[in-house]
């Protein structure tokens, strides 16, 4: 999550982890290429609205039909990058769903952006924060997190999902042709897994990842 003072100073992190990096800048508006890249994305979403239709399929369906067509293989509960990632989802659930567990940690209050000390301040506590909800017991906020990834030459392409909380997302990084790759495959399976006539109505967070991913 990225969140903005009137001066473009943002700092990252947040609901969806520890933040971790801040960035300064000063100009008030955007370089007219950055407005037009915009202005091209935003009649794209428009675009790919209307042609949105409810044809959803279950997270396990999703599953089986990236591993028919994709060679999809899920990551062992035991590696790095699965216990990081569950980690953070742990800490966004909670932040989200149990915020009381959290006592006077629940809300941090944004630093000063151009005091070195707030800034350090801050990130101290959200590290504070994301330790003690590492130490609280699983069973607080239960999930079934499962970690998969396709692979094109050594690159990968993460899904993360959790039956529980009907969690379904992706990333990928690679040089350019395997990113045009991985995007196409991403489009893919967030077409498959598609979004309800309630999802549409509702404008949930499952039809913005389908709307972003193909907008994209």
């Not at 508006?29 to 609205?49: D, G, T, W």
């Amino acid at each position: 999550m990225e969140q903005k003072s009137k001066n473009g100073v943002s700092i990252i992190g947040g609901a969806d982890g520890p933040t971790s990096v801040f960035i300064a800048g000063h100009s008030k508006k955007h370089p007219l290429k950055l407005r037009i890249k915009n202005s091209i994305y935003r009649y794209k979403r428009k675009k790919v609205e209307k042609t949105i239709v409810a044809n959803p399929h279950s997270l396990s369906e999703t599953v089986r039909y990236a591993k028919e067509k994709y060679g999809l293989t899920e990551t062992a509960s035991v590696d790095r990058e699965y216990i990081e990632q569950i980690k953070c989802l742990k800490e966004s659930l909670i932040l989200q769903h149990e915020p009381e567990l959290l006592g006077e940690m629940k809300d941090i209050p944004l630093p000063d952006y151009f005091n070195e000390a707030s800034v350090k301040e801050y990130l101290s506590k959200i590290k504070t924060r994301s330790e003690m909800i590492a130490e609280m017991p699983d069973s607080v906020i239960p999930m079934d997190f499962h970690l998969y990834k396709i692979e094109i030459n050594d690159n990968f392409l993460t899904m993360e999902i959790d039956y529980t909380w009907n969690i379904f997302g992706m990333s990928y990084s690679g040089n350019k042709a395997v990113m045009k790759k991985f995007k196409k495959i991403a489009r893919d399976l967030y077409g498959y897994y598609g979004v309800t006539e309630e999802d549409i109505v509702n404008k949930t967070e499952r039809y913005s990842s389908l709307v972003t991913s193909l907008s994209s």
